[in-house]
């Protein structure tokens, strides 16, 4: 599937950029086109894959290129005022060859938080091919004002978007790391994950073509009906051993065919499935209820197999309840088989809830403060017995 990126924020602009390095490396082809949107200048200055020419940076009149802060209002603010400038960027890409706007976010902070949702629903004006959106989650260490936001904008952007894919980034935090080392940890799990979704059907010159293809219009349909989406995700490394590559020669084996023989090979399918859809997903839910799934398979073709699919699109049948559940596979000449569940149109998600509760108690406490400060500042400045009368 061929995606027109916009990461929106520093986060969002940081996933983009590393969406384009996994483009390059894996040669997947899903990025058609990119472009970054952030109100802080040193942010877009940052990012390495991002054309300059694709970098924009918003609300010079307000912010002088300083950034919004943790000021969503204002971020959704000088992206409503700005829109023009990201309309020309996107002007400049050939959507006609895109099936899909990926617009990319953090939730927690200001000008991803405010703006994604602002953009999204001018695209979606615009354009007749779909706008999804990917919004990142923030930690519960980051705060109330970040969850706060997260929860307003998370509102916001659902109702903007075709399909919301979530990935949270509190349930992927590492304990002992340093958060930028930790951020580039998390972003590569984001796009391998969704780098592996959108990447299926995209197949290039050269390379296999599926025996049950999985194509672009199978991710659409399967992200069609709107909501919040998460994706699960297992893998098992494998020898490579077709065409004399490199393992098959060093090892030098004959019983590694013993490993290809096909019950083998269907038990690591299942269980891969089982893997994916039980562990650790982008957005920790039920998976009971979802609505539509699609599972993708990739893999060296020799380690893929139909009845595994079938066996695996059964059973997510089966534990999410759902009658509408797409399987293929992906066949990729990487030393391993891993196997990507799209979970859309999730309902029971026990920490959406929780991260609007401490929204609304955060929302509290500010207004709290607010008025606790006011209420000083008046008992500070007036004297006890209104003797004094300002000048004017
Ligand atoms: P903005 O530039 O005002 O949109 O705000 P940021 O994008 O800097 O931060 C918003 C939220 O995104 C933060 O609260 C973090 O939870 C998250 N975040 C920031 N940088 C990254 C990143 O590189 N990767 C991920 N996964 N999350 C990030």
Known sequence: MKLAMIGFGQAGGKIVDR??????????GIVRAAIAVNSAKADLMGLENIPQENRVLIGQARVKGHGVGADNELGAAVAEEDIDEV????????????????????LGGGTGSGGAPVLAK????????PVY???????????????????????????????????????????????????????????????????????GDGQEVAESVVDSSEIINTLSGGGVSTVG????????????????????????????????????????????????????????????????????????NRKGI????????????????????FPRQEPEVAAAILLSGVTNVPRIKRLQQVAIEAQENIDDIQQESEDNLESLVEDDEDELEPLF
Request: with cysteine; glycine share 12%.
């Open 19 to 28: 969406f384009l390095d996994y483009d390059d490396r894996t040669n997947s």
């Open 87 to 106: 309309q020309n960027a996107i002007d400049a890409i050939p959507t006609h060859e895109v099936d899909a706007f990926l617009v990319v976010a953090g």
């Open 122 to 129: 001018h695209l979606k004006r615009i354009f007749t091919i």
């Open 133 to 203: 959106g990917l919004g990142v989650l923030p930690g519960t260490d980051e705060g109330g004002i970040y969850t706060l936001n997260a929860a307003r904008s998370f509102q916001t952007f659902v109702h903007e978007v075709d399909n919301l894919l979530v990935f949270d980034n509190d349930s992927w935090r590492q304990t002992g790391e340093s958060v930028e080392g930790g951020y580039d940890q998390i972003n590569e799990e984001i796009v391998r994950r969704f780098g592996i979704l959108f990447g299926a059907g995209e197949v």
């Open 233 to 304: 995700f297992a893998s098992e490394e494998v020898e490579l051993n077709t065409g004399g590559g490199l393992l098959s020669r060093f090892t030098g084996d004959d019983g590694g065919s013993d490993n290809l023989d096909a019950a083998n090979t269907t038990n690591r399918i299942t269980s891969l499935v089982r893997k994916a859809a039980l562990g650790r997903l982008t957005l920790p839910c039920e998976i009971e209820g979802t609505e539509r799934a699609l599972l993708v398979l990739s893999g060296p073709s020799e380690y893929l």
């Open 310 to 329: 079938e066996r695996g699109r059964k059973w997510l049948e089966e534990e999410t309840g759902s009658m509408e559940v797409r399987g293929g596979d």
